[in-house]
Nanobody, 119 residues
């Protein structure tokens, strides 16, 4: 059973930086995509960044140039948030989509980590 655990959320001032982490617990083949989503109060969840085990990345226009997704270790991924804006506040979720032959398309979700932006 694969479990994802996000960490690193907290209070950040506008213009500040925060680094979120997503730790993968359990066994999984090294062929998957990590999706970072966020959900602000009263809004729909939105995808902000993706990164694959092949290091291919994608960013939403709203975070491009400010957020960077990366692999921290074999089972840990980061989302570096720089130049944080008030609209970046919300709960950030890590989602893993398995791309291995045996488990293609299987999705796992973390419980989220709260990011609050306030001066």
């Amino acid at each position: 059973q694969v479990q994802l655990v996000e960490s690193g959320g907290g209070l950040v001032r506008p213009g500040g930086s925060l680094r979120l982490s997503c730790a993968i617990h359990g066994n999984i083949a090294n062929l998957y995509v990590i999706y970072w989503h966020r959900q602000a109060p009263g809004k729909e969840r939105e995808l902000v960044a993706t990164i694959s085990t092949g290091a291919t990345t994608w960013y939403a226009d709203s975070v491009k140039g400010r957020f960077t997704a990366s692999r921290a270790s074999a089972n840990s991924w980061n989302l570096q948030m720089n130049g944080v804006q008030e609209e970046d506040a919300g709960v950030y979720y890590c989602n893993l989509e398995d791309r291995s032959i045996d488990s293609y398309g299987r999705n796992y979700w973390g419980r989220g980590t709260q990011v609050t932006v306030s001066s």
